[in-house]
């Protein structure tokens, strides 16, 4: 079975300061894992996903996420935080097959 | 860019009605998957559709569930009888495959009340 830890429920950043959200996995196969965004009101969007080629993998609106398979993390991180990035924020794995398994989510607030 | 539509947005309804959720996945996706999200909880996957057939379903979708694609365009899921514990927010995913090669692809979500 596969999972993933979101270790922090809550994150505050400042404006223009540097965001990182933390996810551990655990997988007895080699994951596929994603990052997706839900704004108030919105659906899941889809922000980047690793499927065991380069570890550190580009997204959308400036966000990178680091594959670390000795520490089994997968954090994303943004340099420099937009009010527009104030959302929820989960980690998801995925095996071989159909279904997507979520953490709990981080809720990231942006403060002017 | 092509995205997943649900209808309603939001949808109340009285303990034991049946309710149908209605979801239009992007239209060269194959594969579809319905996720609920009770307030306050992780989002669960429910179930896996591709070639008219369920691939996969969770331990919460029994009997009182089920899913169809009616026609070319739409995927539907239908709750028999509802209980007050199925209040949640549910969400269509498509995805153009499946594996290591698939993304899904998310609609805004249903938010369903039972009463």
């Known amino acids: 079975a596969q999972s993933v830890t979101q270790l922090d429920s809550h994150v505050s950043v400042s404006e223009g300061t540097p965001v990182l959200l933390r996810c551990n996995y655990s997988?007895?196969?080699?994951?596929?894992l994603f990052w997706y965004v839900q704004h108030p009101n919105k659906g899941l969007q889809l922000l980047l996903k690793?499927?065991?080629?380069?570890?550190l993998v580009k997204g959308i609106n400036g966000f990178e996420a680091e594959f670390k398979k000795s520490e089994t993390s997968f954090h994303l991180t943004k340099p420099s935080a937009h009010m527009s990035d104030a959302a929820e924020y989960f980690c998801?794995?995925?095996?071989?097959?159909?279904?997507?398994?979520f953490g709990a989510g981080t809720t990231v607030t942006v403060r002017a | 860019e092509p995205e997943v539509t649900q209808t309603p947005s939001h949808q109340v309804t009285q303990m034991g009605q049946e309710v149908i959720l209605r979801c239009v996945p992007i239209?060269?996706?194959?594969?579809f998957y319905w996720y609920r999200q009770i307030l306050g909880q992780k989002v669960e996957f429910l179930v896996s559709?591709?070639?008219?057939?369920?691939?996969?379903k969770s331990e919460i979708f029994d009997d009182q569930f089920s899913v169809e694609r009616p026609d070319g365009s739409n995927f539907t899921l239908k709750i028999r009888s509802t209980k007050l514990e199925d209040s949640a927010m549910y969400f269509c995913?498509?995805?153009?495959?499946?594996?290591?090669?698939?993304?899904?692809?998310f609609g805004p979500g249903t938010r369903l009340t039972v009463l």
């Open positions: 998801v794995v995925s095996r071989d097959d159909y279904k997507l398994s």
């Open positions: 997988s007895s196969y080699s994951p596929s």
């Open positions: 690793y499927t065991s080629a380069a570890t």
């Open positions: 239209s060269n996706h194959l594969y």
């Open positions: 559709f591709y070639n008219n057939e369920i691939s996969e």
């Open positions: 995913a498509s995805a153009e495959t499946s594996g290591r090669g698939g993304t899904q692809y």
